[in-house]
């Protein structure tokens, strides 16, 4: 599957941003589906993950209460809400795909996924 990331920007502390990321293929529904971020000079890290099915998501610990992750099936597209941004959200974020996994599983490593988007950079500003 191929994917493309959009919605990155450029947004003062406490903003907010939506990232989109479209997948394409004739099962990309059925894709577990993620989030990464790395900012600049650091490791990749976890953001989110959501099941083909949608009914089971997980955030980062980081994220959470601030940052929702969402798909549409019928758009082969997964949505990460991004609230009350701050300064050290400021990364290139990074959709990511896998197709090995049971309907309501997510994953939270890198390693668990064989497909990635080009990544988007999101800039917060305090």
């Known amino acids: 599957v191929q994917l493309q990331a959009s919605g990155g920007g450029s947004v003062q502390s406490g903003g907010s941003l939506k990232l989109s990321c479209t997948a394409s293929g004739r099962t990309a529904s059925s894709y577990a589906m993620g989030w990464f971020r790395q900012p600049t000079g650091k490791d990749r890290e976890f953001v989110a993950s959501?099941?083909?099915?949608?009914?089971?998501?997980y955030t980062s610990d980081s994220v959470r209460g601030r940052f929702t992750i969402s798909r549409d099936n019928a758009k082969n597209t997964v949505y990460l809400q991004m609230d009350n941004l701050k300064s050290e959200d400021t990364s290139v974020y990074f959709c990511?795909?896998?197709?090995?996994?049971?309907?309501?599983?997510?994953?939270?490593?890198?390693?668990?996924?064989?497909?990635w988007g080009q990544g988007t950079l999101v800039t917060v500003s305090s």
């Open positions: 990511a795909a896998t197709g090995s996994l049971p309907p309501d599983e997510v994953a939270v490593t890198p390693r668990n996924f064989d497909s």
């Open positions: 959501i099941s083909w099915s949608g009914a089971r998501k």
